[in-house]
């Protein structure tokens, strides 16, 4: 019977550029030719403004892991969250065609319905039931 070695540690990105994985060295020389661009375009002050936005993404694109996932994921998150709408009501016209709505703003309710509301007597007894049932089972 062959046998065949099993490859281990295959979680770890290969370090192609020095201690540089591929997509690091990447972030870096997309941001590096970014700023030497800027650099012809911008006076220097100017050009710092712009670099030190520039500089901190890349260098967390790079490095940081936030709960060992890429920071990438969690920007990409934070951009779609912005660009894409916050509520989907779903509602049929009478062509028959979906349509997203808001819903109409309702007036506050003034008392809580009769079944609903609890009494200071009522919660001490359902946390008296509670310590009492709660043990035994």
């Given amino acids: 019977m062959t046998q065949y070695q099993v490859p281990q540690f295959i979680e770890l990105e290969d370090r192609i550029i020095g201690p540089l994985t591929l997509k690091q060295f990447l972030y870096l020389a997309f941001a590096g030719a970014i700023l030497f661009v800027l650099w012809f375009i911008f006076k220097f002050f100017l050009w710092i403004i712009f670099a030190i936005p520039i500089v901190a ?17 969690f920007f990409l998150s934070f ?44 919660l001490k007894e359902l946390a008296l039931n509670l310590n009492i049932h709660g043990r035994n089972r």
């Fill in 57 to 73: 993404l890349a260098l967390a694109f790079a490095f940081l892991k936030i709960n060992d996932r890429p920071f990438v994921y």
């Fill in 79 to 122: 951009i779609n969250y912005h660009l894409k709408p916050k509520l989907y009501l779903f509602s049929t016209t009478r062509e028959g065609r979906g349509e997203i709505t808001a819903p109409a703003p309702q007036p506050p309710s003034a008392e809580a319905p009769e079944g609903k509301r609890v009494t200071r007597s009522r």
